[in-house]
């Protein structure tokens, strides 16, 4: 029986279970390169950490005047990001213990993710992460995505729980501000260290200002345990 009473956790994917910010910013430095932007780089890319994939394209667009649809250029960094993605993901070893730790107690867990239901079904297949992550939510299937708090407002609906006994775990500023506003408790894992100051991190529960170096299953779950103890 779980130690954490009612809570039920829902992962951010990209960035936060797995490192995958590395195969997106390829995905966009051969998509943009092929539409005649040839010097995207690696700055460019923390930009849009914690962005919807579809919502990144339409920036893009815009910013540098690109000639193709917003469909047509999410369409081609999606299928350049499935290549990759399927060729090479890491998982964080901690998020992957912190994963197990869960699910040997049964918490409820789901993934609510920017990205496309093909980007996240492939990575979790790839990683493995599926046998105990089966509950999922893409931002292409709710109205609006982060910082919005439509996607994870849906993975609470899906799970059968109230936002207030959720918690997000998160890496991106938009993420967290998505938490904050579905009502739920978040721990965050800043991805880009420059933005640990940031005010919507500030706002979370548990706030590890090293990323994933500072991240450890342990910590996390007695954070967790603290946080289901009644006031």
């Not at 992460?129 to 708090?149: F, I, N, Q, Y």
């Amino acid at each position: 029986m779980s130690t954490l009473g009612g809570i039920s956790v829902v992962f951010d994917l990209d960035g936060t279970l797995v490192d995958s910010e590395p195969n997106y910013y390829e995905a966009g430095r051969q998509t943009l390169a092929a539409h005649g932007v040839p010097d995207f780089t690696w700055s460019d890319h923390e930009e849009y950490v914690g962005v919807s994939t579809q919502e990144t394209v339409a920036r893009w667009k815009e910013r540098y005047g690109l000639g193709a649809s917003v469909a047509g250029l999410l369409a081609e960094k999606n299928r350049r990001y499935l290549e990759l993605a399927r060729a090479a993901t890491r998982v964080y070893p901690e998020m992957r213990a912190f994963v197990e730790l869960l699910a040997a107690e049964g918490v409820p867990m789901a993934v609510a993710s920017g990205s496309s239901p093909e980007a996240i079904t492939a990575i979790l297949s790839r990683t493995g992460l599926d046998a105990h992550l089966r509950t999922v939510v893409s931002a292409d299937e709710v109205a609006r995505g982060k910082p919005a708090p439509d996607v994870f407002l849906e993975a609470a609906r899906r799970l059968g729980a109230d936002p207030a006994d959720c918690v997000v775990v998160e890496d991106a500023v938009p993420g967290a501000a998505a938490a904050h506003a579905a009502g739920m408790r978040c721990i965050a894992v800043p991805y880009v260290a420059a933005q640990a100051d940031a005010p919507e991190f500030a706002a979370a529960g548990l706030l590890l200002r090293g990323g994933q170096e500072e991240f450890t299953a342990r910590a996390a779950h007695e954070w967790l345990f603290r946080a289901a103890r009644p006031a």
